[in-house]
């Protein structure tokens, strides 16, 4: 029983003891035409996705959701998802346990301990596009709560003032998902941009960006999810995911 407050989001909702992919299931559920706010949830995935064909260890504790949207998007503006996603998420699981959740660009739910990072969840987009436009999407979330965790990964729930199950947490996800998508259609991206600048544990970080000399610092994100570098001599670069992956360490 998840005890649901969104107004859309997990209102169709199906429930796995144990499944591959969460997104995967959801890709097939949007080809077939599944109403946006549809909800896919495994207690345990065997063949978890993280992004760029990389894997999710999805062990029993941890929740595993997939939610079908289908926003106006243009195809240049995909990436404007997984910002409403993150922002949400993090918002939400930061209110709901207390502890500090933050976010790592472009997609990395962590929380700092010590001078490392460590990961407690991550977001991935998936979409479907149809000739020129986007006919719909896939936002898969994954957070670790109770599960076993890899190296240098964290689990939310020691970290929480609230001893809570699975279920308030799915809820609370939700609801925070929701609130961030809505948000993003009533005040525009620069509002996600800036509730994501927030969260954003990178915020002036040094770093090298290729085809630049020398070091920048990190001062934001744009409305495409770019990284906003500034350079000693004043120039700025924009640097999108695919070109440059931070690491752990702070
Ligand atoms: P990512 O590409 O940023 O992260 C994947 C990388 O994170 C892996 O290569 C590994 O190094 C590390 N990793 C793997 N499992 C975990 C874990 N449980 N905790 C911390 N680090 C880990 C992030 O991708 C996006 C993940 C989305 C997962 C959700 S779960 C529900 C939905 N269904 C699905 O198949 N994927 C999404």
Do not use: C
């Not at 404007?80 to 918002?91: D, I, K, R, S, Y």
């Not at 209110?95 to 990072?117: C, F, H, M, S, Y």
């Not at 699975?166 to 941009?193: D, F, K, M, N, T």
């Amino acid at each position: 029983q998840l005890h649901l407050k969104t107004e859309t989001l997990g209102h169709g909702f199906h429930l796995y003891e144990r499944i591959d992919s969460t997104n995967r299931l959801a890709m097939e559920f949007l080809r077939e035409g599944a109403a946006e706010g549809t909800t896919i949830l495994a207690e345990q995935q065997t063949g978890g996705r993280g992004s760029n064909g990389r894997q999710w260890e999805s062990l029993p504790g941890g929740l595993y959701l997939s939610v079908i949207l289908r926003p106006q998007l243009k195809l240049a503006d995909i990436f404007q998802l997984t910002l409403v996603a993150a922002f949400g998420v993090a918002q939400s699981l930061g209110r709901l346990t207390g502890a500090d959740v933050r976010l790592k660009w472009p997609n990395d739910l962590v929380i700092e301990q010590g001078r490392r990072l460590a990961k407690v969840g991550g977001i991935l987009t998936e979409t479907r596009i149809q000739g020129d436009r986007l006919a719909g999407a896939v936002v898969g979330i994954g957070i670790n709560w109770d599960n076993p965790v890899p190296a240098e990964a964290a689990r939310l729930k020691p970290l929480s003032r609230r001893d809570l199950d699975l279920a308030p947490v799915a809820a609370a996800v939700l609801l925070g998902l929701e609130q961030s998508y809505q948000l993003w259609h009533q005040r525009g991206i620069e509002r996600i941009v800036s509730g994501y600048e927030r969260y954003l544990v990178n915020l002036g970080q040094a770093v090298e960006v290729p085809g630049h000399d020398g070091q920048g610092r990190i001062i934001g994100i744009d409305e495409r999810g770019a990284l906003r570098v500034l350079f000693l001599d004043g120039g700025e670069a924009l640097v999108m995911p695919s070109e440059l992956r931070l690491g752990y360490a702070l």
